[in-house]
Structure formats: structure tokens, C-alpha cells
Antibody
Framework: EVQLVESGGALIQRGGSLRLSCAISGFTFSDYAMNWARQAPGKGLEWVSYISRRYNIVYYADSVKGRFTISRDDARNSVYLQMNSLRDEDTAVYYC????????????WGQGTTVTVSS | DIQMTQSPSAMSASVGDRVTITCRASQGISNYLAWYQQKPGKVPKRLIYTASSLQSGVPSRFSGSGSGTEFTLTISSLQPEDFATYYCLQHNAYPYTFGQGTKLEI
């Protein structure tokens, strides 16, 4: 069974840092690109970041560029999101999601982990 | 950045109705578009990929169409479990972008 399990969400002070993890099982992690997306309370979905398979090519939403860093460890079957200089508007449920090569896109999502930024 | 304009933002419908939701891309995205369903407190679930391919296990009353800049999600006969929020996602170019969502209510 394909599973993505996020962890690391917490209540954190504005300006602080947090590292989210997503542990995967049930598929060959190194064959897939991975994404992070988020959803603020009562709001829609927002794509956050992407990391490719093999060459670790990364992309970010403008809203997090320069503050967030995505990485992966294929040996540990995990993808990470390092979040620095956190702002109130970063408060959200953060999801990791698997992406197929080519046009098939993002299919499976984790259950999410909650980040709350407080002053 | 590619903007995805989804409409309507909310709608009311009845069981058995035929419903259509539209996403318009600000530039061509070929068929790099997916549709997701999200129920309150739940994880998004993919319904359609490559604009018109039905995800395995998803009922055939769901269908998608379109290419380029105009895309539609159609539910042919609404069932009680279909009342949810629906999102489109373009993954043709970075940053990926979601539509604003369509809340489908009874």
C-alpha cells in the first residue's frame, strides 16, 4: 500500500524555523518526484515546492522562495521541507505528494501535518 | 506564472443533477491538468489526470475534458457523497498552480 506520512508540524513563533518530514512506503521512492503543498485554515490549496527524482532539481512558490528548502534522502525514503523565517501566513496544513514522471502528475497525498505560526 | 481561474467558486445542486466545473489557464498547458476532490478535514483525492483520464477506482460519473487553456470537470449524476470542494491543478510549468476551488453544496 502506498503511504506518505508527514511529521514535524508544531506551534512555532513568528521568525522561527521548523523541519517537516515525509516518510514514504509502498513504492520505489527514487523513481518519483515529490511535492509539498499547503492549505491555510478555511482556504484553498497552494503548491509550495517540488524536488525531482535523481538530480534534485528544485522549484518553489514565490511566497516561500528564499525561506523554505526542499530536500530528499532516497536511502531513508524521505522528503523534507526546511522552513525558516516563518510568518503568520505560513500557518497551514502541509501535505507531501507523489508525482509521476511526465503528464500524469501528482496522485497520492499524505494526511498532512499542521504548522501554526504565532506571535 | 500560470493563473488558473476556476468557476464557479460555489454552487448548489441536487442529487441526480449534472454539474460542470470549469478551469481556465492563463496560457496553454497542454493536458497537464488534474482534478481533485476534497471533503472537510480530509486529504485531496485525485479524480482526473491528463485532463481526461479517470483515476482508478473513481466512479464513471466523473469525467474531464479540455486541452490548452479550457478544461471542464463534469459529474453526470450527482450522488450524496459528491458534495465536496473540487480543485484543478496545472503541472505544466513551475510554479504549479491550483484553481481557487469550487464548493459544491446541496
Amino acid at each position: 500500500e502506498v503511504q506518505l506520512v508527514e511529521s514535524g508540524g508544531a506551534l512555532i513563533q513568528r521568525g522561527g524555523s521548523l523541519r517537516l518530514s515525509c516518510a514514504i512506503s509502498g513504492f520505489t521512492f527514487s523513481d518519483y518526484a515529490m511535492n509539498w503543498a499547503r492549505q491555510a485554515p478555511g482556504k484553498g490549496l497552494e503548491w509550495v515546492s517540488y524536488i525531482s527524482r535523481r538530480y534534485n532539481i528544485v522549484y518553489y512558490a514565490d511566497s516561500v522562495k528564499g525561506r523554505f528548502t526542499i530536500s530528499r534522502d532516497d536511502a531513508r525514503n524521505s522528503v523534507y521541507l526546511q522552513m525558516n523565517s516563518l510568518r503568520d501566513e505560513d500557518t497551514a496544513v502541509y501535505y507531501c505528494a507523489r508525482e509521476w514522471p511526465g503528464p500524469d502528475g501528482v496522485d497520492v497525498w499524505g494526511q498532512g501535518t499542521t504548522v501554526t505560526v504565532s506571535s | 506564472d500560470i493563473q488558473m481561474t476556476q468557476s464557479p467558486s460555489a454552487m448548489s445542486a441536487s442529487v441526480g443533477d449534472r454539474v460542470t466545473i470549469t478551469c481556465r489557464a492563463s496560457q496553454g498547458i497542454s493536458n497537464y491538468l488534474a482534478w481533485y476532490q476534497q471533503k472537510p478535514g480530509k486529504v485531496p483525492k485525485r479524480l482526473i489526470y491528463t485532463a481526461s483520464s479517470l483515476q482508478s477506482g473513481v466512479p464513471s460519473r466523473f469525467s474531464g475534458s479540455g486541452s490548452g487553456t479550457e478544461f471542464t470537470l463534469t459529474i453526470s449524476s450527482l450522488q450524496p457523497e459528491d458534495f465536496a470542494t473540487y480543485y484543478c491543478l496545472q503541472h505544466n510549468a513551475y510554479p504549479y498552480t491550483f484553481g481557487q476551488g469550487t464548493k459544491l453544496e446541496i
